[in-house]
């Protein structure tokens, strides 16, 4: 079984299921608002021209993130 | 609000045409963009439904009422404590899932809730399929579908609401949580039995939460049997591993497990036309076109501006000069006094026409092109696009699109500024708000590009010559905004980059009708109207300086004198800062006023196009020089009156609105006395 680790890890297109928020406070109220809970599924869709931030499909939504974000939020890979 | 009249409350999700719903409902215009968080001062209007009158509170769009921020603290304080008759909540049908997580949270408040799923003919168009009687059923609440652009289902929405009034909804969804939770729940609710109007089992979430500000007010109401039971909860659910945020997980957890749960069973979604938005998003914002493919859509709109206001600036003018003359005839025939003839027709209307033949039509066109995108949906994708500079410059990639709110207006981009939720990113996207100049400064340099670096005479590659160096120009001021930003965050703004959301939302259907019925009505009108109010005081105070003398020279003379020598450091002359100056209250006069003191000097009486505009610039000593430091001081000079207003009532502070007018006007300065002092010392000129 392959270990958890940061969704920014992920490729494009590649799948991953959040299991653990490293971020406190006001922030991490505001992932989980946006339906970023534990066992939800982030797929990996877009990166901007400059490679930061990037979009990920999130319950429906298309959600852009900045690197620091996405390097504390850990993921387990979906294999496709 | 009178008291008989019926409240009811607009809550939704950012982005999923809540003001659209609003004005169906109100008929009251305003304005709805496609980005997160537009919508962001309680705006109410009425409606008649019934025989009966109802208020509507349009709130700030929101996704939860669960974390702190402004515009969440409003929505909720409002739903909590003015106690709306009725909340309406509005949902995206075809993001439904994520939308639910409002609706839950405004249940648990009120049971007065009827449910608008709005956007149902995008619904029908990506095949998704929501069943409302289901949702209607699950939820307990009444489900009304609506298409707000096209009016379809406003009147069920009216007839929902107006029918909740006689019939509230007895069993609504409860979101039931982990038990050890929902144990301590049923303690706190026993003793807020002496609390009406309040949904306890709400209030007793929120207080096992350890919401400050509720707290506070049983604090303030001396309830400490009650605090003393919060904090024993607290304590026992601490000991079952359940601290403060494992707490605040759970809730807002269960609340989203069970929106997913819902939408399992009511909607069926159509995978491959997601699709479609994720693979223009792959051409829009990749690598290799993302920025080329920005500067290009810029460059066109400036094109369609410069050809298609062209023609109508021809026109105009013909028509208003024509007009001038009837006007003076008719006042040599009613032997008016000579000087109130100078002041009112050469002073007055001819500022007037200035300002509507060459002024006018490019904001008319280029306006609705603007709201185009706007409405498309592509700003929040230039915000993407562009992020990674701000960050480099520790500011918010939520600036860029600010930023491009202010092409439109720059009082229009400050207020915008809300969305940002850092203060300090905030203040920097006021300061530099500036720097990208305005529909009203943009005509300005257009005519100056025009006359100076195409050439006057007509091909048809000099439009889209002029509109390359005019895209060129918005990069320049665009730079500056990155630069001026990081120069703040390293000194009197000091800080690292803040965490943010940005959402792209999906790709809509531009409202074409909506958005050229309401530039041409509203903003021509608008434009048309401060034009009366600000051109002509404007051009007769030009035209009593230009006539009344002190020692055989006029007070234009000796004020442009004055400024003289500054100046022409800066590239300029005395006349062309006077204008600036006096344009102060609307940038759109800047141009107008310099024509105007030319000629008040000038045996140049006739002057009805570009080309002749240009002699008299000549003759008056300009060069290319000359009008490239206008142009750079068109970009960076003070705020307009309105922008300057604008930020003192969004900073309520003196001292940053001074700062947001010294920070542009001293980087213009600069700017213009290095180009001109660059180009005097190897004699370029």
């Known amino acids: 079984m392959e270990d958890i680790f940061p969704l920014s890890k992920l490729e494009i297109n590649e799948k991953g299921i959040v299991k653990k928020i490293n971020i406190e406070g006001e922030f991490r109220r505001r992932l989980l608002d946006l339906g970023l809970i534990p066992d939800t599924e982030v797929t990996v869709l877009q990166k901007s021209p400059f490679g930061d931030p990037v979009a990920y499909l999130i319950r429906g939504a298309v959600i852009a993130l900045r690197r620091e974000i996405v390097d504390k939020i850990l993921v387990e890979r979906v294999l496709v | ?685």
């Not at chain 2, 909740?164 to 929902?182: F, T």
């Not at chain 2, 995108?373 to 500079?389: Q, S």
């Open chain 2, 1 to 685: 609000m009178k008291s008989k009249d019926i409240v009811v409350a607009l809550a939704g999700n950012p982005n999923v045409g809540k003001s659209t719903v609003f004005n169906g409902l109100t008929g009251l215009n305003q304005h709805t963009g496609n980005w997160a968080g537009k919508t962001v001062s309680v705006a109410k209007g009425a409606y008649f439904y019934n025989d009966k009158k109802f208020i509507l509170v349009d709130l700030p769009g929101t996704y939860s009422l669960l974390s702190n921020s402004i515009d969440e603290e409003v929505a909720r304080d409002f739903i909590c404590f003015e106690k709306p008759d009725v909340v309406i909540v509005v949902v995206d049908a075809t993001c439904l899932e994520r939308n639910l997580n409002l609706v839950l949270q405004i249940i648990e408040i009120t049971s007065n809730v009827v449910v608008c799923v709005n956007l149902m003919d995008e619904a029908r168009k990506k095949k998704i399929v929501v069943n409302l009687q289901k949702l209607s059923k699950i939820l307990g609440v009444p489900v009304v579908g609506t298409s707000a652009s096209i009016k379809e289902g406003l009147n069920q929405l009216m007839e929902a609401v107006d029918k909740m009034l006689v019939n509230n909804p007895k069993e609504v969804i409860k979101i039931k949580y982990d038990d050890n939770i929902e144990k301590e729940i049923k303690d706190i609710q026993k003793e807020l039995t002496i609390i009406k109007n309040i949904n306890a089992r709400w209030l007793a979430l929120r207080l096992l939460e350890g919401e400050d500000s509720f707290i506070k007010t049983f604090e303030k109401n001396e309830s400490y049997k009650l605090l003393k039971c919060v904090k024993e909860s607290q304590r026992r659910l601490r000991n079952v591993g359940i601290d403060k945020d494992e707490f605040r997980d759970k809730i807002v957890s269960g609340i989203v497990r069970r929106a997913e749960n819902i939408s399992e069973k009511v909607v069926i979604k159509n995978e491959k036309y997601y699709q479609r938005d994720y693979k223009i998003d792959k051409i829009i914002t990749s690598k290799l076109f993302g920025i080329p493919l920005m500067m290009m859509l810029l460059g066109i709109i400036f094109y369609i501006t410069i050809i298609g206001a062209n023609v109508p600036s021809k026109i105009l003018a013909n028509i208003l000069f024509q007009g001038e003359e009837y006007l003076s005839q008719i006042f040599e025939r009613l032997n008016v006094p000579l000087w109130l003839h100078g002041m009112v027709v050469h002073g007055m209307y001819r500022t007037l026409a200035w300002v509507v033949s060459v002024m006018l039509p490019p904001m008319a066109i280029f306006f609705p092109l603007f709201t185009i995108l706007e409405d498309l949906g592509y700003l929040p994708r230039v915000a993407f696009n562009l992020d990674k500079l701000f960050k480099k410059v520790s500011a918010c990639g939520k600036q860029a699109l600010t930023m491009c709110m202010g092409f439109g207006c720059n009082a229009a981009g400050v207020i915008g500024c809300r969305i940002i939720n850092s203060p300090r990113e905030r203040l920097i996207a006021i300061i530099t708000n500036n720097f990208v100049p305005c529909n009203g400064r943009f005509p300005t340099l257009i005519a100056i590009i025009t006359m100076f670096f195409v050439g006057v005479i007509s091909s048809p590659l000099q439009p889209l010559f002029s509109a390359f160096l005019l895209t060129l120009i918005i990069i320049l001021g665009v730079m500056m905004t990155l630069f001026v930003s990081k120069v703040l965050s390293k000194t009197i703004l000091k800080g690292l980059p803040s965490n943010f959301v940005l959402e792209l939302p999906p790709y809509r259907k531009p409202q074409i009708r909506r958005i050229i019925i309401r530039s041409i009505l509203d903003r021509t009108l608008f434009v048309l109207g401060r034009a009366v109010i600000v051109a002509m005081p404007a051009g007769l105070i030009i035209w009593i300086m230009a006539n009344v003398k002190i020692s055989d020279v006029s007070l234009l003379t000796h004020f442009a004198t004055f400024l003289n020598p500054f100046a022409n450091l800066i590239g300029l002359d005395g006349y062309i800062l006077m204008s600036f100056i006096l344009g102060f209250p609307a940038n759109e006069i800047v141009i107008p006023l310099i024509i105007m003191s030319y000629m008040s000097s000038s045996t140049m009486l006739e002057l009805s196009s570009l080309a002749e505009l240009k002699t008299l610039l000549i003759d008056n000593g300009w060069t290319w020089l000359t009008a490239i430091c206008v142009m750079l001081f068109s970009l960076m000079h003070w705020p307009c009156g309105t922008t300057y207003l604008t930020i003192r009532k969004e900073t309520q502070s003196w001292k940053w609105t001074l700062v947001s007018f010294l920070v542009p006007t001293i980087m213009g300065i600069i700017s213009c006395f290095v180009v001109t002092s660059f180009v005097r010392l190897f004699g370029f000129l």
